[in-house]
Each structure stands twice: as C-alpha cells, then as structure tokens.
T-cell receptor
Framework: EAGVAQSPRYKIIEKRQSVAFWCNPISGHATLYWYQQILGQGPKLLIQFQNNGVVDDSQLPKDRFSAERLKGVDSTLKIQPAKLEDSAVYLC??????????????FGPGTRLTVT | AQTVTQSQPEMSVQEAETVTLSCTYDTSESNYYLFWYKQPPSRQMILVIRQEAYKQQNATENRFSVNFQKAAKSFSLKISDSQLGDTAMYFCAYSGSARQLTFGSGTQLTVLP
C-alpha cells in the first residue's frame, strides 16, 4: 500500500512570494490534514478535510493561507504572500473515515519551506 | 481545549539499556486515543504505539510499551533494549472526538553506542 505522498520535499522562496504544496493521501482515506511544524516544536493542525469539505480551518491564517481538496482526493496548500515566520515543515496526513478509524493518522514525508 | 505536555526536551540512553519518556495531557473527554510518534531526521512521522483510553491494559509493541495512568492523565513510553536506530524526536499526541492530533513539544532521544 502506497503511503501519503507530498511534493516538493524542499522549497526556498523570498518573503512576499507565493508557494504551493501538494499532497496525495492513502487511497480510500476520507480525512486529510495539513500540519505546520516549526523547528523545535510539535506539529500544529492547520486544516482538516472530510472528503472535499472543510471540517476545521480555525487555525489556518486565512489572510495568506488557502487550501483545497478537489474531488476528495489530492489537496493543495498555498501561501500568498509568504512571511519569514512561515518557515517550517508542512506535513500532510490522512486517515480513514471517522466511523471506521481507530483515530490513526498516517503522515507524508513533509515539505521543508524556507522563507528568506 | 486539550493540551499535551512533554517536560523532557532531551534525553540520552546507552545502547541496550531502558529509557522512559514522560507525557501528561489534559482533557474533559472520556473517550480518546493517545499516541507516541517517532520523527527521525528524515522528518517522516512514524507511529510507535497507540493506547485507547477505555482500555485499562497498557499497550505493548515489541520493545515499546506504555504506562497509561488515566486518572493522573499520564502516558509514558518505555523503550527496552535501546538501539541506535531509536535515535529520534519522540512526540506524544492526543486524539479525541474531533479526530485531530494535538502534539506535545517533543523529546529528543539520543542512543549512545
């Protein structure tokens, strides 16, 4: 079974530029999450999707961050314009639908973003 | 809101010895899961072990076991026969009815040869 795929693995941009990250969850996983992990900290949830609908985006900085999950499969996370404090690892995770899952999430390898 | 606290930023252990990582959490929910994740330098978050709150028996996975004290809201990880490959950042995480993970700040474990 293929795991969660993410691209790119690394990205370096200048502040005020835009950037997009892509995630492909495990086949059949209805729930998809984006996390932000700042160096030295634990991951923090940005947004949670159930199929192609948003369940929770309360911690997403909506003035600069946006995310979508078209057709309930792949997802993209965009930052525009980027700030220095956005430098972090962006992790994507997926899980089965809530009624069938033991709450377990599977993570992708992450994208390391550096904003200069 | 749920919180997860890991009070040990760094720990080290000699190869083949046993080490225990501590975690406490706070919640008002009665049904939830607790996890320990391992994150090596590759950044891949790997599930080590999970514990269901309604199960009194402590979970065990090979060399990894937990001590789950529900009343005290404590969830520690014991690694037996430590190996060099166990060197990584370890995160304690909580998942409740919202199916979202709340992570602690992590413990960097170094296994010394």
């Amino acid at each position: 079974e293929a795991g969660v795929a993410q691209s790119p693995r690394y990205k370096i941009i200048e502040k005020r530029q835009s950037v997009a990250f892509w995630c492909n969850p495990i086949s059949g996983h209805a729930t998809l999450y984006w996390y932000q992990q700042i160096l030295g900290q634990g991951p923090k949830l940005l947004i949670q999707f159930q199929n192609n609908g948003v369940v929770d985006d309360s911690q997403l900085p909506k003035d600069r961050f946006s995310a979508e999950r078209l057709k309930g499969v792949d997802s993209t996370l965009k930052i525009q314009p980027a700030k220095l404090e956005d430098s972090a690892v962006y992790l994507c995770a997926s899980s089965l639908a809530p009624s069938t899952s033991p709450y377990e999430q599977y993570f992708g390898p992450g994208t390391r973003l550096t904003v200069t | 809101a749920q919180t997860v606290t890991q009070s040990q930023p760094e720990m080290s252990v000699q190869e083949a010895e046993t080490v225990t990582l501590s975690c406490t959490y706070d919640t008002s929910e009665s049904n939830y899961y607790l996890f320990w994740y391992k994150q090596p330098p590759s950044r891949q978050m790997i599930l080590v072990i999970r514990q269901e709150a309604y199960k009194q028996q402590n979970a065990t996975e090979n060399r990894f076991s937990v001590n789950f004290q529900k009343a005290a809201k404590s969830f520690s990880l014991k690694i037996s026969d430590s190996q060099l490959g166990d060197t990584a950042m370890y995160f304690c995480a909580y998942s409740g009815s919202a199916r979202q993970l709340t992570f602690g700040s992590g413990t960097q474990l170094t296994v010394l040869p």
